[in-house]
């Protein structure tokens, strides 16, 4: 798509002028990277244009337009689930990036009373695992040097640059005994880890997690690992052996597939979201399940497992280094920010159930992600050292 047409789409917007045909045209505009930058640039210019005094009016205007004209409108606008997944996809980066812009260059007109910007801030998470070996002996893999670790069995141990930890089968001397024994990859608060397990099959780790798995699946009738916290599953394929893991009072059993459970033991239920191919989900001890196609998400709660459809990035977000909250509760927020910067949170005001929808990512240090918060005007922030204190 050519500049102008960009342009022409851009003062559309800012008119709220957009037909159905040109929001689907400017989705896809935010959905290009290159898109994507020359809308943050042109966004930049709009708030240069800004005349002395016009700031602060503009700011509360623009902020809500931005979270009611962006992201509300579109619902009650289109038709059918197919336009609207397309739209609040781009509604959703379109609110970031209005924040963004105002955050980067009109820093000095946030708030009084804001109390981020004068503390010592807390970086975002990084790879930080521990491996505990068969024999009982635990490696911190974040400070061990890149290449074998270890060998257990026929399998060698070795870690690769880019922070991911990986099994080879050199031999099969051992494989029937290698299936009783087991490893373990843990994540601390502020950790993530990617591992490849002797399989192939491909598993990241969100922090505060914790996978256990076999050092060899060959022998086995089922390809079995245990889950606590988060995951994100690429599943080797394997016809003769179904790939099954269980987590929170719940089994998941694949061939082949992509993905993601959060089984984290303080939220209030276990959901798994599938991105490819077909899983089945079943409540522990129970034969009976739901089989799930791709863009659905399996809840369980309080004994009861419901299926229904949802946008599968949310869910995956994590894992591509992004935050996407889809109104979702300050207090389910809070607790992601918490896992991921190894943080406190406090509540001086009763404010959990305040819902919130944008986008972020993950390395912006926690005073970036929290202003971005603030600025929908439903919360307040106070940074101790690793305390966060969340009030009106």
């Known amino acids: 798509m050519d500049t102008d047409r960009i342009i022409y789409l851009h003062g559309r917007y800012l008119e709220n002028a957009l037909t159905d045909d040109e929001q689907i045209e400017w989705a896809e505009v935010l959905e290009d990277a290159s898109g994507k930058a020359f809308v943050l640039e042109l966004m930049g210019n709009t708030w240069k244009d800004i005349s002395p005094g016009q700031e602060q009016h503009l700011q509360a205007k623009r902020s809500e337009e931005i979270y009611a004209g962006v992201v509300s ?27 963004g812009v105002f955050f980067y260059t009109k820093r000095d007109l946030v708030k009084p009373g804001t109390e981020l910007a004068a ?56 494989a029937a005994e290698d299936v009783m024994l087991s490893n373990t990859v843990e994540t601390p608060r ?23 798995y076999p050092l060899n699946f060959k022998n086995a009738k089922e390809r079995t690992v245990r889950l606590q916290g988060e995951g994100y599953f690429e599943v080797a394929k394997d016809k003769l052996r179904p790939f099954v893991v269980r987590s929170a009072g719940q089994q998941v059993r694949v061939l082949g597939t992509h993905f993601n ?36 998400q399996a809840v369980l709660t309080g004994g009861a497992l419901k299926v229904s459809e949802v946008d599968v990035k949310e869910a995956a977000a994590w894992k591509n280094g992004e935050f996407i909250f889809e109104q979702e509760t300050i207090g389910s927020i809070m607790r992601k920010l918490s896992r991921w910067y190894d943080v406190e949170v406090v509540y001086e ?44």
Not at 73 to 99: D, E, F, M, V, Y
Not at 264 to 289: M, R
């Open 119 to 174: 503390v010592q801030d807390v970086a975002p998470g990084s790879n930080k695992a521990f491996l505990t070996l068969a024999d009982g002996r635990r490696i911190e893999l974040t400070g061990a040097g890149n290449g074998q670790l270890a060998t257990q069995g026929g399998l060698v141990l070795s870690k690769t640059a880019d922070g991911q930890l990986v099994y080879e089968v050199k031999n099969d001397d051992g």
């Open 349 to 392: 005001d009763n404010l959990a159930d305040k819902t919130f929808s944008g986008s972020m990512s993950r390395f912006e240090t926690v005073s970036q992600v929290l202003s971005k918060i603030e600025m929908t005007d439903l919360v307040r922030f106070k940074v101790e050292g690793r305390r966060i204190i969340v009030r009106k």
């Open 261 to 296: 459970i959060s089984a984290y033991g303080d939220e209030f239920s276990v959901k798994t979201t599938l991105l490819e191919g077909s899983v089945k989900v079943s409540i522990e001890g129970k034969a009976e399940g739901k089989v799930m196609v791709p863009g659905e």
């Open 73 to 99: 409108a579109p619902q009650q606008q289109l038709r059918t689930r197919k336009l609207w997944t397309r739209i609040a996809a781009a509604a959703s980066l379109l609110l970031i990036l209005g924040a």
């Open 190 to 212: 502020g950790g993530q880890y990617q591992v490849k397990l002797p399989d192939g099959t491909r598993v990241w780790l969100n922090a505060a997690s914790k996978l256990e």
